[in-house]
């Protein structure tokens, strides 16, 4: 998936853009920017043109559009970690309009600044499926076109399941404890599963009380602290007793396990691929990757995934119409999005560039598609401008289980209510 290639490629798609009287050219519906028909420069913020590897991709991407439509792009970016910091302050102060790239997360926290555009209109007969179009809506609205969906799932080493065994991914509870009792069993100080244990990245355990049946939110009202919520993390805790799980782990370090081949299974995106390649010593080790569906606890539920992804949202202001129609370009032209895949491997969001040849022929997504993308839901906390602080606060009991300064039905009463509170 080199990036070269990619950036040749770039001035062939040029035809696929808009045209500057804001007529689409690509073969779908067409959708007249909300600026009176008249192409406008506009802002495009992006933490994704602030990285190696992305930035020359994004930057052709832009070029095409500009030149085919007549127009300038003015770049926006900051690392990832400040980067919804800073946007919301431009955004609040009114010094920033047109596109944004987001993580579908951010949703809630952007929409409720009041100035995002709906997007609705755009989204229409463009062909995104239904997943990636649910991870874009914020309370009914479509705020963001889909760019890149998939999932956080889980992800095995099918070298070291084939040496303890394991003939079969596990598909329940029960069968993914026996999994990972006989991953345990290789010795030589193998994780058999490379859970987050840390703080930073302890909301993981979020889908696994779904997993047990806790909707989490219901309502309004906070559900943790519930039976399914103190099972999962009872069951967490059992695991981290047992050295089927390992403390002091984030999902930096159980990429840095996993590649190692010193664990079997972790929790990661789909993008996470590249990481743990790059990062392997083994030059065969893409081939022994594979996704799996998180285990159910009653045979035939449907396997839990949260979804993981970035989507474009238009803020109000100079040029929004044009953003507008960049951002559905950039997310639903097949030929665009196609390319996007094969430099970059982030899968695309409409059914027809999934259908393609470059997305069925690579395994590893479409296993991941299917396993694990196919039943994602948005978490429940993302409705809410406060989302990391209820994660964090979640996140910081389920720490106090495993290191057994708490019981799990005191942690996650007190979990419960902390998030009640910011709700």
Known sequence: MGLGAGAVGFGGLAACAPSADGND???????????????????????????????????????????????????????????????????RGGQFSGAAQVDVAWLGALAALGKLTDLGSFADGRGYTDAALQAGQYDGTQFGLPWTIGAIGLVTNTELMQQAGITAAPTTI??????????????????????????????????????????????????????????????????????LIAPDVDRFDARALFSQGRAAIYDDAIVGKS?????????????????????????????????????????????????AEFAQWLTSDEATTVGFFEDLGLPPTTQAALDSGAVTGDAFTAAFSERVTATATVNPFWQYPQYAQMESAVAEQVQAVLVGSSSPADAMAAAGEAVQALI
Do not use: C
């Not at 519906?29 to 913020?45: I, K, M, R, V």
């Not at 300038?72 to 970016?77: A, G, K, L, N, Y």
């Not at 030059?283 to 045979?299: C, E, G, M, T």
């Open 174 to 243: 029960e069968d993914f404890e026996a999994t990972l009792r006989a991953l345990k069993g290789l010795g030589d100080n193998i994780i058999p599963y490379a859970a987050s244990t840390k703080v930073a990245q302890l909301k993981d355990i979020l889908i696994w009380m779904q997993t047990f049946g806790s909707p989490l939110v219901e309502d309004g009202t906070v559900t943790i602290g519930d039976e399914a919520s103190i099972e999962a993390v009872a069951w967490y805790k059992k695991l981290y007793d047992e050295g």
């Open 275 to 323: 990481a743990v390649v790059g990062e392997s010593p083994d030059p065969d080790f893409a081939s022994k990757l594979d996704p799996i569906s998180r285990p159910v606890v009653q045979s035939g539920d449907d396997p839990r995934a949260l979804f993981w992804g970035h989507a474009i949202v238009v803020v109000d202001g100079d040029g929004s119409g044009t953003a």
């Open 25 to 91: 050219t690509s073969g779908g519906s067409s959708s007249t920017p909300t600026s009176g028909g008249a192409a406008q420069d506009f802002g495009f913020a992006s933490w994704s043109l602030s990285e190696e590897a992305p930035k020359p991709v994004i930057e052709g991407l832009i070029s095409s559009f500009e030149g085919d439509a007549g127009i300038s792009i003015s770049p926006v970016t900051y690392p990832y970690n400040e980067y919804l910091n800073q946007l919301t302050l431009q955004v």
